[in-house]
């Protein structure tokens, strides 16, 4: 039987993994690939010093890689569904007419109700940056507005889905960890996350989005799109199909196929495109189109199974770590030292926020953001009578929103790949994720708050 790795043992594992880190990413301006790759092979190497056999090593870093299936496929599909929409006219012709009717001076304003609208249909972010968000970094690019900006707005809206459509996965996993009901959840989220929304609508019209904003080219852009496809509103059925799907909490894989089905049928009814060997080649390699102007072939040249494997290998690496972390030991240790010394229940709460960023900077997974500290706090919570609703808003806060923040979290690199812009770079902009946590942490830390957050009412 293995031993129980000590509290020093584990935090030396855990700064020898935020320094290799920190010097490669942020000091040598490292790729996330090689550097997690690295404290991988370390901990490992690490963890065997401390006793921990290879093959327990072996099969802890199999049960992490078994984590990130789900999310690969759903990456690879999302590939696909970018490529057949771009093949198929649907964000093109999104494309075309929100260039009418989108204000280039209100643009973040407008990107995030519009993707807030879309996630809580759909319930999923990944599905609302993938499509909505696309066509919207494409008005953005045409209209010279920041990119960063563009994203920070597109993430924040869509991952607003994440945290309150009762369509989301996470939405009903985080409640489910904390043994409470899924609109008790829903309803306790609101004191956080509308503040957050409000102070981000203000950033977001305080901000200038451009310093200078050129309309000029935009006649232009629309008449290449005009002869690049046949623009036509059949083309939004796929998407139409995909948000039914979600609708009716169709799992994600069977609704993006859908998506991908009803996409190549409008390929080849609407843009005159049957040949399945072209399909195939899109599908794979990503959308290649004939058009001269440089813009609109930047935005529309994309897509494909192969656009994902920079994020695919990133989320492997990621995940190898993050199975070492926790099934030998290592987080376990942690947070059994860190439970014990707290005596307010203020304490409790601010550790299971910090513990939950903590796992999402460690393993880069939201949905171990939410299990462990889950886990380990909710018989704390119990015992000293703090509302189990505050425990699922906690985790929510700070294990689902932080994780398009981190850029090796699954969502990170996701959003980063899809939407061509780097995490560290549209972050200072998705005000409604670092928001939302520190809300949470008010809650804990003013006296006036704690009522409502640190109650004994279940």
């Keep these: 039987m293995e031993r129980r790795l000590s509290f020093l043992q584990s935090m030396i594992l855990i700064v020898f993994i935020l320094a290799f880190l920190f010097v490669s990413i942020f000091i040598f301006k490292a790729e996330p690939h090689i550097p997690l790759l690295g404290a991988t092979i370390g901990t490992a190497a690490i963890l065997h010093l401390y006793g921990v056999s290879w093959r327990k090593l072996e099969s802890s870093i199999i049960q992490g890689i078994q984590s990130a299936i789900m999310p690969i496929l759903i990456l690879s599909l999302i590939g696909i569904l970018i490529a057949v929409w771009m093949m198929s006219g649907t964000v093109p012709t999104i494309l ?217 290998s990133l989320i492997l690496i990621a995940l190898s770590l993050g199975g070492l972390l926790q099934h030998c030991g290592v987080i376990e240790a942690l947070f059994r030292k860190w439970i014990e010394p707290l005596k307010r229940r203020s304490s409790i709460v601010l550790m299971t926020g910090a513990s939950s960023i903590a796992v999402n900077g460690m393993t880069g997974e939201q949905y171990l953001s939410i299990l462990l500290p889950g886990q380990m706090f909710k018989d704390e919570y119990t015992r000293r009578q703090i509302p189990a609703k505050t425990l699922s808003r906690t985790l929510e806060d700070c294990g689902t929103l932080v994780n398009p923040l981190i850029p090796w979290g699954v969502s990170g690199a996701f959003f980063a790949a899809t939407l061509g812009v780097p995490v560290l770079e549209y972050a200072p902009f998705a005000a409604f994720l670092w928001l939302s946590p520190i809300f949470t942490f008010g809650f804990a830390l003013i006296p006036r708050l704690q009522q409502n957050s640190l109650g004994t009412s279940k």
């Design 96 to 312: 075309y007419y929100g260039l009418d009717y989108i204000e280039p001076h209100y643009f973040a304003v407008s990107a995030l109700y519009v993707t807030i609208i879309v996630s809580i249909f759909t319930g999923s972010s990944f599905t609302t940056v993938s499509t909505v968000g696309v066509a919207l970094m494409g008005i953005a690019m045409t209209t010279g507005i920041s990119l960063p900006l563009a994203a920070g707005a597109i993430v924040s809206g869509a991952c607003f889905g994440d945290k309150m459509s009762p369509l989301s996965d996470t939405t009903n996993f985080a409640p489910a960890v904390a043994g409470i009901s899924l609109f008790t959840h829903i309803r306790n989220m609101m004191y956080t996350t509308v503040p957050a929304l409000i102070i981000t609508t203000i950033l977001f019209l305080l901000i200038p989005t451009t310093g200078s904003i050129d309309l000029s080219s935009i006649q232009s852009i629309k008449e290449s799109l005009q002869n690049g496809f046949h623009l036509h509103w059949l083309t939004l059925l796929s998407p139409l199909a995909v948000i039914v799907c979600s609708a009716k909490r169709i799992p994600i894989l069977p609704t993006l196929i859908v998506g991908i089905v009803t996409g190549l049928l409008i390929t080849a009814f609407v843009q005159q495109q049957a040949s399945i060997g072209s399909w195939f080649s899109v599908m794979q390699g990503g959308y290649k189109s004939a058009i001269v102007n440089e813009t609109v072939a930047e935005i529309v040249n994309r897509g494909g199974l192969q656009s994902m494997m920079w994020s695919v």
